[in-house]
């Protein structure tokens, strides 16, 4: 459900059922689990998750997707360049020093690596926003903290803004449970008067 700027209402305008529907119920409805400030601000939590010690990926090398941790983006929730959601989560790796390898999906795009590391017993903090761009385009722009902390920065292509958009995170290592996610927290900040500069 998207905003739908109020009407200015002229003169003997006649109201109809849909009309109304929309400028009042929807907006109503979209005001409800927003959070609406003087500086142009929407703030809501998409998802919020914790776990049980043992909850990863799978044995292998191989990438494995770690399905219930995907979150929805819904239709036109980021609708014009500026929009933004910020992913914050804290990963434990596993004890041996094999390599552990961190990756995100957006939508049909394909999975980007967002970083490797080979660090054993290494609890990790990671923020990632994910941006809008364009209709069908999107950069990751974030950081992990840990032993060696980098940047990151990834561009997607091929989405769809405009539908649902599933963000999926992958785990890849050597053995059972190499990269556990411990908590998962997804909340947004969603500039609405974003610009194309």
Known sequence: M???IPTTWLQDQQM???????????NMNFLSTQLRT???QLMTCLAAFAYSAGQGNAAGGADTALTSYNVTVPAGYLS????????????VTSADANT????????????????????????????LA????????????????TGNSRPIYLTFTGLNWAADQVVTWYAAGT????????D??????????GVTV
Not at 16 to 24: A, K, M, R, S, W
Not at 102 to 127: E, Y
Not at 184 to 193: G, L, N, P, R
């Open 184 to 193: 998962m927290s997804v909340d947004s900040e969603k500039c609405v008067a």
């Open 38 to 40: 003087a500086d142009a």
């Open 130 to 145: 994910i941006r809008y761009r364009t209709a069908s385009t999107a950069s990751v722009v974030g950081a992990f903290v």
């Open 80 to 91: 014009q360049p500026g929009d933004v959601i910020v992913f914050r989560h804290t990963w």
């Open 100 to 127: 552990k390898t961190w990756k995100v999906k957006i939508g049909s795009a394909a999975a980007q690596t967002l970083i490797a590391v080979t660090t054993a017993s290494l609890p990790v903090f990671s923020i």
């Open 2 to 4: 998207a905003w739908t």
């Open 175 to 182: 053995a059972a449970n190499a990269v556990l996610l411990t």
């Open 16 to 26: 109809t059922e849909d009309v109304l529907n929309q400028q009042v119920r929807d």
